[in-house]
């Protein structure tokens, strides 16, 4: 089992900046993926940010630019920085880990859910 706890989330103006943890512990080894989705009222989840444990990188068209993702191996957490927040950033942001068991298969975690509202 991998316990996933999100935080940093909140409210801010168009234009602020917000940063999000997620912080895995439980059985922790081989995590070979973690990213954040996020999930708005009537929409489809999508991918915002993936970092790989090679240290491979992809963002959502939508926010290159503007949001990075980062982690910290030593402590099993994965960031990310989102700056020039958007009103359309507007969702509940997920965050994701990918643990390998054996060759081709995976088990996938998810977090809580943090809400971000980018409103004046």
């Known amino acids: 089992q991998v316990q996933l706890v999100e935080s940093g989330g909140g409210l801010v103006q168009p234009g602020g900046s917000l940063r999000l943890s997620c912080a895995a512990s439980g059985s922790v080894s081989s995590i070979n993926a973690m990213g954040w989705y996020r999930q708005a009222p009537g929409n489809e989840r999508e991918l915002v940010a993936r970092?790989?444990?090679?240290?491979?990188?992809n963002y959502a068209d939508s926010v290159k630019g503007r949001f990075t993702i980062s982690r910290d191996n030593a402590k099993n957490t994965v960031y990310l920085q989102m700056n020039s927040l958007k009103p359309e950033d507007t969702a509940v942001y997920y965050c994701?880990?990918?643990?390998?068991?054996?060759?081709?298969?995976?088990?996938?975690?998810w977090g809580q859910g943090t809400q971000v509202t980018v409103s004046s």
């Open positions: 970092i790989t444990s090679s240290g491979d990188t």
């Open positions: 994701h880990v990918r643990r390998s068991v054996v060759a081709n298969v995976n088990f996938a975690y």
